[in-house]
C-alpha cells in the first residue's frame, strides 16, 4: 500500500522536528546556533526562533511534508526580496529569545557569513530543504523543491536559488538532478566551502 504524502504550511507546533530538520540540512553552520555558556543547543534555539513569528527560520516561512501524517520533511522558502526584512524579524527574535550578551556573542559568531551573497533579487530562495534520515530515498526532497518551485512561480519569479556545503554530497546531487547547477564556489574563513546553485524555471 503507497503511503500518503501531503505538504501543509507549518506551525509553531512543529518546532522539534522543524530544528531537527534544519539543523540536519545546516551541516557545520549548526554549530554556530549553540551558545554554551547559556546553555542554548543549535536546535533548541532553531526551535524556539521556528515558533516565533517572523525571521527566516519563522514557522511562517515553512513548509512540511507528512507521510501517512507524521511530519517527516521540512522546505524553508521565500522570494529573496524578503530577505532584508526577514533578516531584521529574525535578530529582532534572536534578541528576544537569547538575551543581549549571548545575542552578541552569536553576532561575533556569525559575522563571517554575512559577507555570503546567498540569493539575487528575483529569485526564489531555499533555505532549507531536508528529509528525516529514515525517509530518505523516496523522492520526499525532489517533492518539496517541485514545491517551492511552484511558490516562485506564485509569485512570477523564474529562477529559484540555493547554498548548500561542498561537502553536502547527497544534498548537492538531489539539487541538480532537479536541474540545479552550480554558478558560485567559496569559501567561508579560507576553509569552509560552499556552492550557490540556480535553477532556472520554464
Known sequence: MNPCVSIRPARPDDAMIAASLMRLTMGRSADLFSDVESGWTS??????LFAHKGGRFSCQVGTVLEVDGKAVGLLVSYPASKMAMLDLAAGRNLLSVLGIRPMIRFAKRISPMMNIREAERGEYYISNV??????????YGAHLLSFAEEQARKFNLKKCSLIVDEHNNGAIRLYQRSGYKIIFSGKLNGESGYYRMVKELA
Not at 531536508?130 to 523516496?138: D, R, S, W, Y
Open 43 to 48: 536546535e533548541k534555539l532553531l526551535a524556539a
Open 130 to 139: 531536508g528529509v528525516a534520515p529514515e525517509f530518505q530515498g523516496n523522492g
